[in-house]
């Protein structure tokens, strides 16, 4: 996948909220970027209406289940984003990515 030909879908709305840097960044690498609307992680409805058209997925808490799914088109990749305190979580390469600082 081309990045700068790439259009990115991104729910997690920590994302950027400590670090401006990291929205900065991925929206001069990406064609286009957009943004979770709702302030909160989305259902699986919600997902799939934002999926169509979108190369890569950085997820959140939201549902991503075979019905979102079939509402990608394009998607070539998933990333979710885990912060220290998360059930399942892993350390982050940047603490800044979470809204936590610990």
Same mark, same amino acid.
């Given at each position: 996948?081309? #990045?700068?030909?790439? &259009?990115?879908?991104?729910?997690?709305?920590?994302?950027?909220?400590?670090?401006?840097?990291?929205?900065?960044?991925?929206?001069?690498?990406?064609?286009?970027?957009?943004?979770?609307p709702t302030g909160k992680p989305l259902s %699986?409805?919600?997902?799939?209406?934002? #999926?169509? /058209?979108?190369?890569?997925?950085?997820? /959140?808490?939201?549902?991503?289940?075979? %019905?979102?799914?079939?509402?990608?088109?394009?998607l070539k990749v998933i990333s979710r984003v885990? *912060?220290?305190? %998360?059930? &399942? %979580?892993?350390?982050?390469?940047?603490?800044?990515? *979470?809204?936590n600082r610990g």
């Amino acid at each position: 996948m081309d #990045l700068n030909k790439a &259009h990115l879908l991104v729910i997690p709305t920590s994302y950027g909220k400590n670090d401006p840097w990291l929205k900065t960044e991925l929206e001069a690498l990406a064609e286009s970027v957009k943004y979770n609307p709702t302030g909160k992680p989305l259902s %699986s409805n919600e997902v799939a209406d934002l #999926l169509p /058209g979108v190369d890569g997925y950085i997820a /959140g808490l939201d549902v991503i289940d075979r %019905s979102a799914l079939a509402k990608a088109d394009k998607l070539k990749v998933i990333s979710r984003v885990w *912060c220290k305190n %998360s059930i &399942h %979580s892993q350390k982050p390469k940047r603490k800044a990515a *979470c809204n936590n600082r610990g």
